[in-house]
């Protein structure tokens, strides 16, 4: 139970009392600024409490926003403030303070919400003050500006902001004119029967896991029904994240469910593609695999450039002005969004080719499309980085101006495992810089997977993880050493790829497909510590599995050292291996761990 306090008694015919309880709140009454730091004092620790001033005029969705989202320690709008367990120390100290300086006065002289709120600012405290749009939330001076007040909440529909707010700001076209426009009722659906994101993100995941099946069968029956499931769980992924924003249901666990989930729902499918087109004698094992590999490799650019530009204040290159300047001209918008294939673009593709199509054709335009996608948003990025100055730099310096925090994100990325780690620290020359010393190392490992000599992929693994080591020798904060982590990943998936397909026996690729999909997992789950500002796995598990260059490695001697068949069961071990591992680690974090619940809100996935 939350508790409120109300400085004062409410005036004659006020909802405050009940809008309160409507959220879940126990309300209480101070008579002074001494009576509500008494009631402050009283309410448990563990328990979120806020402070409302009896004379607030505005909108419940206003309240809502302000007073119960679970990601801010500290909120607060116009009239009121809350803290959670996390902020309640400091809103004790500005209670204290204002209670001293107003010398106990009564509370309806002013509003003690507000002063307490500034009282926070002043200790530097981050308060959360949420977007209210067209949402009234006030302490209105008299009878005539309460009159006016109301009146301003009798013309807006509180509901209709809401519905509209459980929309992500930044969408493709597909969710935004295909599925957003009814899954916001679905999810106002779930709200009334007491169902929470959580148990939606399940559905999703089930549904994509039935459609998988479906497509397993190989049959035009099961195709098509694959199709249309598959939309289903589509519909019911953006459903999750919409429900979280219409009843602010945010967790730690559902931001982890929603992230990862989305990946085990498409790589699944891809692995059911390929199962139906092997029951009608169609081998794409390789193309699935491909098209996980590139998928992931694109999060992956995405990830490692967001996190580059973490702390930036602006970009100031040509590029970026390009591009606002493309934002200003509606249509362009809408295809920029288009050509990235996101998550509701290439989820539709991939279930009307699979219905209307094969397999194989499927597969082909997905890889086609996700290469060009790639390609314009590496291109364009790779301009911006080269192109930019951050503010505030003198005239004719070119600087990057990346953080600490920000190379050390970059390095988390990387993962770089004890043998690259034993390598940097041993060799005493260095190389030459990161951006130039893994391109290196990934140019020989690439040449002698192709090279035909049985041992060859072994030494360049070697090189690979001598020059892995280098790359970290020094921050990542060249202008484009966001493309390091990237590169790992290409390397890495793309050595157990063109290596199970040269095994040429059934069996490999499909392992191939299970091993990196573990591997791609603990990079996922890697980013999304970061994100939550829980730093990266701990060290024993990057050393347990090994880190990239070390399963590089491993894989080539694997490859060279067995045979064909053992070379499978080899893989199937490993991948197995390293699946349970990262996963038991990662549930284990996420279900008990303190991070706070970040939710993509920002480009489409």
């Given at each position: ?56 005029v505005g909108h419940v969705h206003a309240l809502r926003l302000g007073l119960t989202d679970p990601r801010f320690p500290l909120a607060a709008v116009p ?527």
């Open positions: 139970m939350s508790t409120a306090i109300l400085t004062g008694q409410p005036v004659p015919g006020s909802s405050i009392e009940g809008d309160l309880r409507s959220l879940g709140f126990d309300v209480r009454i101070a008579s002074d600024a001494a009576d509500a730091e008494t009631l402050l004092a009283q309410v448990p620790g563990d328990q979120r409490v806020a402070v409302v001033d009896a004379r607030f009239g009121a403030v809350t803290a959670q367990p996390a902020g309640r120390q400091a809103l004790t100290r500005a209670v204290a303070r204002e209670n001293s300086a107003g010398g106990g006065t009564v509370v309806a002289v002013d509003s003690l919400a507000d002063r307490i709120v500034t009282a926070l600012d002043d200790d530097g405290a981050d308060v959360h003050r949420p977007e209210l749009g067209s949402l009234v939330a006030e302490v209105p001076a008299g009878p005539q500006a309460r009159n006016e007040a109301r009146q301003a909440v009798a013309a807006v529909d509180d509901e209709a902001v809401r519905l509209k707010s459980a929309v992500k700001s930044r969408d493709g076209f597909f969710t935004t004119f295909c599925i957003s426009p009814y899954s916001r009722y679905i999810a106002r659906w779930c709200a009334r029967r007491g169902l929470t994101p959580n148990q939606v993100t399940t559905a999703s995941l089930l549904t994509a896991l039935i459609a998988a099946g479906c497509a397993a069968t190989g049959t035009r029956g099961g195709f098509i029904a694959a199709g249309v499931l598959l939309l289903a769980s589509f519909v019911l992924d953006c459903t999750d994240g919409q429900l979280a924003r219409y009843s602010l249901q945010y967790s730690t666990l559902g931001a982890w469910l929603d992230a990862t989930f989305d990946r085990a729902k498409e790589y699944a499918y891809y692995a059911g593609l390929a199962l139906g087109a092997a029951r009608g004698g169609d081998d794409v094992w390789a193309l699935a695999l491909g098209a996980m590999v590139l998928q992931t490799c694109r999060h992956v650019v995405d990830f490692s450039f967001n996190e580059a530009n973490h702390d930036a204040t602006a970009n100031t290159s040509p590029t970026a002005a390009l591009s606002d300047k493309l934002d200003s001209v509606g249509w362009t918008v809408w295809v920029r969004r288009m050509i990235v294939l996101p998550i509701g673009e290439r989820w539709a593709m991939i279930a009307v080719l699979t219905a209307a199509t094969t397999p194989r054709i499927t597969f082909y335009a997905l890889l086609i499309g996700c290469a060009f996608a790639a390609t314009y948003t590496t291109a364009g990025r790779v301009l911006r980085s080269l192109t930019r100055k951050a503010v505030g730099v003198p005239p004719g310096v070119k600087h990057w101006g990346s953080t600490d925090r920000a190379a050390q994100a970059l390095a988390d990325l990387a993962d770089n495992g004890p043998l690259a780690s034993l390598v940097g620290r041993a060799t005493r020359a260095r190389i030459g810089a990161p951006l130039l010393v893994a391109p290196a190392g990934t140019a020989v490992l690439t040449v002698s997977l192709f090279s035909g000599v049985t041992w060859a992929p072994v030494a360049g693994a070697v090189v690979y993880a001598v020059t892995a080591g280098q790359a970290l020798y020094r921050p990542l904060k060249g202008a484009l050493d966001w493309l390091v982590p990237p590169l790992f990943r290409a390397a890495e998936y793309g050595t157990v790829l063109v290596l199970a397909a040269k095994a040429d026996v059934n069996g490999a690729l499909p392992a191939a497909f299970g091993l990196v999909a573990a591997v791609a997992y603990h990079h996922y789950d890697t980013v999304y510590r970061i994100r939550g500002n829980a730093g990266a796995p701990p060290a024993w598990l990057v050393r347990v599995i090994g880190g990239h260059e070390g399963r590089t490695l491993l894989v080539t001697v694997l490859a060279a050292a067995l045979s064909a068949s053992q070379f499978k069961v080899a893989l199937t071990v490993l991948a197995v291996a390293v699946a349970l591992v990262v996963l038991v680690e990662s549930i284990r974090f996420w279900v008990s761990s303190g991070a706070p619940a970040v939710h993509d809100e920002g480009e489409p996935a």
